[in-house]
């Protein structure tokens, strides 16, 4: 089993629709790479369109690259991401985050194609990792990227539907990821194809954990059915777990996630999180800067654990030349 961990690498508070788009959050990540080089884990950057414009960002990533202690890997905003249209939904930093998933063939093949195209001109290499924001992500997505050169995908969420989640048409939510797992598979078409590395997120609690079936039904009715809501709040606190460093984590629960995998003989832990999350302020996540200071506890006693684990780390597109061979 190797670890994968990817950062969403994308301007500050993107919780917050419309805003003016900053980036002052790039400025945290030196501390974390610091971090990543003591423990040997190379960090797969999924980056945005605006990252691309950033001379700090250009300057660091370009660095990293250079000492190959890390990926570059793209990460689509679509509301970021040239072309724009002048309606709602479709203008640059909009206030509605479209899905991938709600653009049309074109459009999205467009974006995509602009944004590999900065990212190789800002950063010196073509990306072969892809995560679509919001997970907006489906099989013409996969087409388009195994089109664009792209080998692998990491935006399929195992258990958790988006549905709900609106983008810009009322009537249409996010993709449904309840009956995915974990584990890899590929998207096949008739000239190419293209690696699917989920996030890593597993339930871990009996029964849910035994029967797949079992879990993708109560993923799917907890969120209108009160008895359910009920055994949430007692039984299945968290479930399905992230691999994520939420507030809400400790490192028995990490420990939990690991053991898990391990009995189901997953082959990759792929975490992941947003370069936000790094500065006091900046996420929904982390408000001030003694949060940031537990995550770095929580993330240093993740790492030493893979450690003791003897779990080795691997960016995302070499897991999947890896996994292809």
Same mark, same amino acid.
């Given at each position: 089993m190797k670890f994968i961990i990817t950062i969403d690498t994308e301007a500050d508070n993107q919780w917050d629709h419309g805003r003016e788009l900053t980036v002052e959050n790039i400025k945290y990540i030196p501390r974390f790479q610091d971090l990543c080089n003591k423990y040997q884990i190379r960090p797969t950057y999924l980056v945005t369109s605006e990252i691309c414009?950033?001379?700090? &960002?250009?300057? *660091?990533?370009?660095?990293?690259?250079?000492?190959?202690?890390?990926? +570059?890997?793209?990460?689509?905003?679509? /509301?970021?991401?040239?072309?724009f249209q002048d309606r709602d939904g479709y203008r640059f930093n909009d206030s509605k985050h479209a899905f991938a998933t709600d653009l049309t063939e074109n459009l999205i093949n467009e974006k995509i194609?602009?944004?590999?195209l900065e990212i190789e001109e800002s950063f010196g290499r073509r990306?072969?990792?892809?995560?679509?924001?919001?997970?907006?992500?489906?099989?013409?997505?996969?087409?388009?990227?195994?089109?664009?050169?792209? *080998?692998?995908?990491?935006?399929?969420?195992?258990?958790?539907? /988006?549905?709900?989640?609106?983008?810009?048409?009322?009537?249409?939510?996010?993709?449904?990821?309840?009956?995915?797992?974990?584990?890899?598979?590929?998207?096949?078409? &008739?000239?190419?194809?293209? $690696?699917?590395?989920?996030?890593?997120?597993?339930?871990?609690?009996?029964? $849910?954990?035994?029967?797949?079936? +079992?879990?993708?039904?109560?993923?799917?009715?907890?969120?209108?059915? +009160?008895? $359910?809501?009920?055994?949430?709040?007692?039984?299945?606190?968290?479930?399905?777990? /992230? $691999?994520?460093?939420?507030?809400?984590?400790?490192?028995?629960?990490?420990?939990?996630?690991?053991?898990?995998?391990?009995?189901?003989?997953?082959?990759?832990?792929v975490m992941m999180f947003h370069s936000s999350e790094l500065m006091p302020g900046c996420s929904i996540y982390r408000s001030k800067n003694e949060d940031i200071e537990q995550l770095y506890v929580l993330l240093e006693s993740f790492f030493a654990l893979l450690k003791e684990k003897n779990i080795k780390c691997s960016v995302l597109s070499e897991a999947a030349k890896n996994l292809i061979k």
């Open positions: 414009k950033d001379p700090f &960002s250009i300057d *660091i990533f370009r660095q990293y690259l250079s000492h190959n202690t890390a990926e +570059i890997g793209a990460h689509l905003h679509s /509301w970021t991401t040239a072309p194609r602009n944004l590999t990306p072969l990792s892809f995560r679509s924001g919001r997970f907006g992500f489906n099989k013409t997505v996969a087409k388009i990227l195994a089109e664009n050169s792209y *080998i692998v995908d990491s935006s399929v969420t195992p258990y958790v539907s /988006w549905a709900q989640k609106r983008g810009i048409h009322s009537e249409i939510g996010g993709p449904d990821f309840l009956n995915f797992t974990p584990f890899p598979f590929e998207y096949k078409f &008739s000239d190419n194809s293209l $690696l699917e590395i989920p996030i890593t997120i597993l339930p871990t609690k009996f029964p $849910l954990n035994k029967n797949k079936k +079992i879990a993708q039904q109560y993923f799917k009715y907890v969120p209108d059915n +009160i008895i $359910l809501k009920i055994f949430r709040k007692i039984i299945f606190k968290n479930q399905p777990l /992230w $691999l994520r460093p939420f507030p809400q984590m400790s490192i028995e629960s990490f420990e939990e996630l690991i053991n898990e995998a391990n009995r189901i003989k997953l082959p990759f832990l």
